[in-house]
Each structure stands twice: as C-alpha cells, then as structure tokens.
C-alpha cells in the first residue's frame, strides 16, 4: 500500500507562487509514475503534470506548460509542484497521485489508484 500526504496549499493573488509537496511512503515500488491532479469547481480532475520517477522524464498539460515545475526527491520519496504566475482559473483542489499508468495516459485521472487528500489553492 502506498500513503500520500500533500502540503502547501493556501491562498494568493494573481500572477503569485506556491509550492506543494507530496511525502510518499509505503509500498513506494507499487508506482513508476507521480502526478499531480486537480479539480476546479464543477470540473472533472484534469492531470496536469507528472514525473515518470525512474528516469524522471515529465510531463505537462497546456494549460500549466511554462508555468508549473514538477520535480522529486527519489531519496526522500517527495514530489513537488512549483507553481509560478498562477492565475485565477489555477484555484482547484490539487492532489498528489501515483500508479503505473499506461504510457502516453499520464494525464487522465482513472489511471492512478493511489491519492493524497488534497490541498486547496485558491488565487484572488
């Protein structure tokens, strides 16, 4: 079994930063790959990036590309998401998930059996 805790959520205004974190612990060979989910208000969760954690190649979704960082510390078993110039329609729950996902599906929630809480981030 695999546990996922994020941290860092909070609120800022347009164009700020923040950075989640999501401590992995458990059964951590259970997964090769790590994203990052959220979902907005009345919106399915959308995948936004992900981190294949062997070779560490990632991925993201257009709507973050150039924007949001995401990044591990393998020893520690920690993902991250800095998040830079957020903008309103960033505000979302975001969750921390993992898996084994079918190569090229990084992005679609279903693929990912294991789930931290949540951590609000709201943008003013």
């Known amino acids: 079994h695999v546990q996922l805790v994020e941290s860092g959520g909070g609120s800022v205004h347009s164009g700020g930063s923040l950075r989640l974190a999501c401590q992995a612990s458990?059964?951590?060979?259970?997964?090769?790959?790590m994203g990052w989910v959220r979902q907005r208000p009345d919106s399915e969760r959308e995948g936004i990036a992900a981190?294949?954690?062997?070779?560490?190649?990632?991925y993201y979704a257009d709507s973050v590309k150039g924007r949001f960082t995401i990044s591990q510390e393998r020893a520690k078993n920690i993902l991250y998401l800095q998040m830079n110039g957020l903008k309103l329609e960033d505000a979302a729950t975001y969750y921390c998930?993992?898996?084994?996902?079918?190569?090229?599906?990084?992005?679609?929630?279903?693929?990912?059996?294991?789930w931290g809480q949540g951590t609000q981030v709201t943008v003013s």
């Open positions: 998930a993992a898996d084994r996902p079918p190569f090229g599906n990084w992005d679609e929630a279903d693929v990912y059996n294991y």
């Open positions: 458990g059964n951590t060979y259970s997964y090769n790959c």
């Open positions: 981190i294949y954690t062997g070779g560490g190649t990632t």
